[in-house]
């Protein structure tokens, strides 16, 4: 452990290209991270904004405009994911209902996703958590039946596949995000996709800022997350992101310099994926299979994180040190904060309870390399035989 003794590892990633963010301070004319967004993911429309939980406020609200009667005021979510997911819809002024997960693949609960929809259900989404493919024909079917609109959630799944086909693109709208820890993690900003051009009309935002501040900052997270100095700046805001819930958040455009960060940088995205799913390939080599997630065939998974189903509640200081961190700290349900907007009668998630409880997650970033994978998956797995 010598070597590795004085560097300390920042939990996500925040690597992005130099060249792209030089290009973008530089170059004044471009402007089409949208339209390259489109031709990557294959989908006629792309709307950016701040941030993916703007996005997705946005929408649903329009969406609960488009029901006549606008009696829809449900959206179903996932037992366990980010509490922005949660805020978006208390922010569009909708109720929250949750469906429960199978803690071995993450993936919705369909009996529990039956039981939840009903006449109220405005939308369901589904989520990719990790990166990891979540299969989306049977919800598909459902919603469809239903006239529910499904969206998903991709969030941190951007240059996923299932079955060939790019996650997020396959639900009625797909929805990404652009800050830290998140795929291509620009500093911030999302973008809602999909092929309903009209609708997609209605939440496109106008007059972005500049946005100087937001690339200079994009641009020191980067050095700042360099194992040799995080351990001096831990009590820098490098972490995981959000969770505490807060419906409260500001929404507007994303800056226009990370626009033209993301059309340069776009890419490179391919670049951190596979080493993502290079350091994923030595974490399952090196743990018990019991302790993985199983991830469906067919699939290209990209592993913004590792989950590992660890059934511990306390991380040793010398596991937080190389990066090692639990998600989110509790189901949509079991959170307090998050009670006061649920819908009537919603029903248990033992299986998302279960997840939040028996969850660690490990860095797979660019600045963990191969031999850093080996030692922490090495501890790790000392560390749960104990
Ligand atoms: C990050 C994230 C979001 C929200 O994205 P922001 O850009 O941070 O608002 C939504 N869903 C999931 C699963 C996420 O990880």
């Not at 925040?14 to 004044?28: D, E, G, M, R």
């Not at 969206?151 to 693109?169: C, F, R, S, W, Y």
């Not at 800022?209 to 690339?215: E, K, V």
């Not at 490990?362 to 030692?375: G, Q, Y």
């Amino acid at each position: 452990m010598t070597l590795f003794s004085l560097a300390w590892y920042p939990p996500a990633e925040t690597k992005i290209s130099f060249t792209a963010i030089i290009k973008a301070a530089l170059n004044s004319k471009a402007n089409s991270f949208e339209e390259k967004l489109s031709n990557y993911l294959g989908v006629r429309g792309c709307v950016l904004g701040n941030n993916g939980r703007s996005l997705l406020a946005t929408l649903l609200r329009e969406l609960n405009k488009l029901e006549a009667n606008k009696k829809k005021t449900e959206v179903l979510i996932p037992g366990y994911t980010c509490y922005t997911v949660a805020a978006s819809i208390a922010r569009a002024g909708l109720r929250i209902r949750a469906y429960d997960m199978d803690p071995k693949t993450l993936c919705p609960d369909m009996d529990s996703i039956k039981k939840n929809t009903g006449k109220k259900t405005l939308a369901i989404i589904h989520q990719h958590l990790f990166g990891i493919p979540s299969p989306v024909n049977s919800l598909k079917s459902i919603a469809r039946d239903n006239g529910i609109y499904l969206v998903e959630d991709a969030a941190q799944a951007l240059g996923g596949k299932l079955n060939g086909i790019p996650l997020g693109t396959t639900g009625d709208f797909g929805l990404y995000s652009f800050g830290r820890g998140k795929p291509l993690p620009l500093g911030s900003g999302g973008a809602l996709v999909g092929n309903n051009i009209n609708l997609l009309g209605k939440i496109r935002r106008n007059k972005p800022r500049l946005g100087i501040i937001d690339l200079v900052k994009t641009g020191a997270t980067q050095v700042l997350s360099n194992p040799g100095v995080y351990g001096l700046m831990e009590a820098l805001p490098l972490g995981l992101g959000s969770t505490v819930f807060d419906p409260g958040f500001k929404i507007s455009s994303m800056p226009c310099l990370l626009k033209k960060l993301g059309q340069f940088s776009l890419d490179t995205l391919e670049t951190l994926n596979t080493h993502r799913r290079k350091i994923a390939g030595i974490y399952s080599q090196v743990l018990r299979n019991d302790y993985l997630v199983s991830i469906p065939a067919q699939a290209t998974p990209i592993f913004i994180r590792f989950p590992v189903i660890a059934g511990v509640h306390h991380i040793p200081g010398k596991l937080l040190r190389l990066g090692v961190r639990r998600m989110y700290p509790r189901a949509i349900l079991d959170e307090p904060q998050i009670r006061p907007y649920l819908a009537e009668g919603n029903i248990g998630t033992p299986g998302a309870s279960e997840i939040a409880s028996t969850l660690v997650t490990l860095p797979t970033h660019m600045a963990i390399s191969a031999k850093t994978a080996e030692v922490i998956a090495t501890d790790v797995s000392e560390f749960l035989s104990l």
